[in-house]
T-cell receptor, first 117, second 113 residues
């Protein structure tokens, strides 16, 4: 079964509104989570690293004021797309490291498809 | 910076055919290499990995060997099944061990009966 859960799986919103996506680690704690964005027929682009108890680390070119990340607890990270526009429509995926860190594996959520009208 | 390049898809094969999906990388130091698979409607899941040169990762009949001399990590399977139809992503984790993965663009595999 899934060990990382995202919600909602699909969301449609009007331009100018804000949307929050939740990412939860199930049955394990994650001090770090990663948020990716996937464009159609393209790779996953790392947006930011979410750190529990401190600010997120954003990748170059990602607007921190646009994509607000909050790591509220050891099992929950949220991504809020603020003042969404049609170009923000995408598939957003979160991940958390396998707690057995030696493997280097990431567990991925099922993804959240955002459509901005 | 680190990067991963995969062969473009889609790849369409008949059942029991041999599969190769090419993956090359650019990285400093000694990265770890991964193949992830995304089945329709599901999240990404780890297929196999290799953490050092000449390591061979294997799972579910798939194999990939970490070739430092050619900076490659090609995915192979001797006999594909319809159930292998999915998107395959090659990825690397830099030697700094920050945990974040850099992905290739993904290759769609479609296996026909």
């Amino acid at each position: 079964g899934a060990v990382v859960s995202q919600h909602p799986s699909r969301v449609i919103c009007k331009s100018g509104t804000s949307v929050k996506i939740e990412c939860r680690s199930l049955d394990f704690q994650a001090t770090t989570m990663f948020w990716y964005r996937q464009f159609p027929k393209q790779s996953l682009m790392l947006m930011a690293t979410s750190n529990e108890g401190s600010k997120a680390t954003y990748e170059q070119g990602v607007e921190k004021d646009k994509f607000l990340i909050n790591h509220a607890s050891l099992t929950l990270s949220t991504l809020t797309v603020t003042s969404a526009h049609p170009e923000d429509s995408s598939f957003y995926i979160c991940s958390a490291p396998n707690p057995t860190r030696a493997t280097g594996e990431l567990f991925f959520g099922e993804g959240s498809r955002l459509t901005v009208l | 910076g680190n990067s991963v390049t995969q062969m473009e898809g889609p790849v369409t094969l008949s059942e029991e055919a041999f599969l190769t999906i090419n993956c090359t990388y650019t990285a400093t130091g000694y990265p770890s290499l991964f193949w992830y698979v995304q089945y329709p409607g599901e999240g990404l899941q780890l297929l196999l990995k290799a953490t050092k040169a000449d390591d061979k990762g294997s799972n579910k009949g798939f194999e990939a060997t970490y070739r430092k001399e050619t900076t490659s990590f090609h995915l192979e399977k001797g006999s594909v099944q319809v159930s292998d139809s999915a998107v395959y992503f090659c990825a690397l984790r830099g030697s700094g061990n920050t945990g974040k993965l850099i992905f290739g663009q993904g290759t769609t595999l479609q296996v026909k009966p």
